[in-house]
């Protein structure tokens, strides 16, 4: 399959392949849009099966990094990087010096940072060929680890469900089950818990199963168990597509609110789980705190107090998608995908307009 008529191409303003033989880099950085900004989003270091499966996950991620940083009111639009390789064997300083050098060649374009497989260290070493990249923990701006932002607005998404599907404002006593206790599901777990929330947890790490157990008094369910646990809200925090036509019908609970990125299979999923009653809040917007976090680094002086009225709002944001889905008995999903595409497109219209008034004047 070709680059133009892939199917997962959605219109990329620009499409880098990166080589080089003496590091051994493999890397494509597709930029979405730069109509809101600069293509932010994280770089992932991923061992593919072939190319088409890179090309495919970057194209994707980066289409989904515009709608999120839309979503999120960001003056940012969206882009990703997938570099092919094993990030546990394949790591070297040349290697992610050379990364550096191809995403400082498109001039601020595109700012990178963590993703998947690539760790704060890796990018301190981007750095230091480019001053196009984020999330560092050294630096004027520096924002660090944004796992707990990312958290604390999956708590504020999880708040705004319950409100618009269970008619109350407190998680207090409700029964939410979590799937992953890394970076994200951990922190999460401690704002449900801090809120009154009573705890169901699954990670493939027994360690930090029986961590959560001991610290939250939640009840371990085994791995494959806690999707279809009987309670109020599950949360995924662990992987992408594991809403699927397989296991939607199996759900037992009215709500699926989580951190995951690419929680939906199939893009159709989103109107199976509105079929089966299931409320689901938009992976892309719930999980934009760490982006948001991210974002405040970018420009320049990270302001906490920014970061944290934004990553509230994140609840503002979902109640009017939950409201417009509705009103126009659509899946919250196609409601988020069609409200980002107008912020762009207006953006878009903006920007033409004014070339169009600067040609008149
Ligand atoms: P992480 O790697 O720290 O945590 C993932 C956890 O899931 C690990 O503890 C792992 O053991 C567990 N896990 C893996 N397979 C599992 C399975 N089958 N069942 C149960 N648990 C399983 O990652 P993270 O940073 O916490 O991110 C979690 C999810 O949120 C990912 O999908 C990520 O893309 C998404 N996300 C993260 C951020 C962020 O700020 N870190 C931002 C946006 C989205």
């Not at 699954?202 to 959560?212: F, L, P, R």
């Amino acid at each position: 399959m070709g680059v133009y008529n892939h199917e997962a191409f959605a219109d990329h303003e620009q499409v880098v392949f990166c080589h080089d033989e003496k590091t051994g880099l493999k890397a494509i950085i597709a930029v979405h849009s730069t109509v809101l900004g600069p293509a932010a989003g994280g770089c992932r270091m991923w061992a593919y099966r072939d190319d088409d499966a890179a090309l495919c996950d970057v194209l994707r991620l980066s289409k989904g990094m515009s709608y999120k940083n839309a979503m999120a009111g960001l003056n940012l639009g969206g882009g990703k990087a997938v570099i092919i390789g094993d990030a546990k064997t394949d790591k070297s300083e040349e290697l992610f010096r050379c990364y550096g050098r191809f995403v400082d060649s498109l001039g601020g374009k595109y700012i990178t940072a963590e993703d998947v497989g690539i760790s704060v260290s890796d990018m301190e070493v981007v750095s230091q060929e480019t001053p196009h990249v984020a999330g560092l923990n050294s630096g004027l701006a520096a924002s660090g680890d944004p796992s707990p932002f990312t958290a604390r607005g999956t708590f504020n998404g999880i708040r705004a469900a319950v409100k618009h599907r269970l008619g109350t404002e407190s998680v207090r006593g409700l029964k939410v089950a979590v799937q992953g206790l890394g970076h994200v599901g951990w922190h999460l777990c401690k704002y449900l818990h801090e809120a009154g929330a009573v705890l169901f947890v699954a990670d493939i790490n027994d360690e930090v199963v029986q961590h959560a157990v001991k610290e939250f008094g939640a009840t371990a369910v085994p791995c494959d168990e806690i999707l279809f646990a009987s309670v109020d809200v599950i949360a995924p925090c662990a992987l992408g597509a594991v809403l699927n036509e397989t296991s939607i019908p199996l759900l037992k609970t009215s709500i699926v609110a989580g951190a995951a990125n690419n929680q939906l299979a199939k893009t159709s999923d989103g109107e199976l789980l509105r079929t089966w009653d299931i409320l689901y809040a938009p992976d892309y917007v719930i999980n934009a705190g760490g982006i948001i976090n991210v974002a405040a680094e970018i420009e320049g002086s990270y302001d906490r107090k920014w970061v944290d009225t934004k990553v509230a709002a994140i609840y503002d944001v979902l109640m009017d998608i939950f409201e417009r889905a509705d009103k126009e008995k659509g899946s919250t999903s196609d409601i988020a995908d069609l409200i980002a595409q107008e912020k762009i497109d207006s953006a878009v219209k903006a920007v033409t307009k004014g070339k169009q008034d600067q040609i008149v004047a």
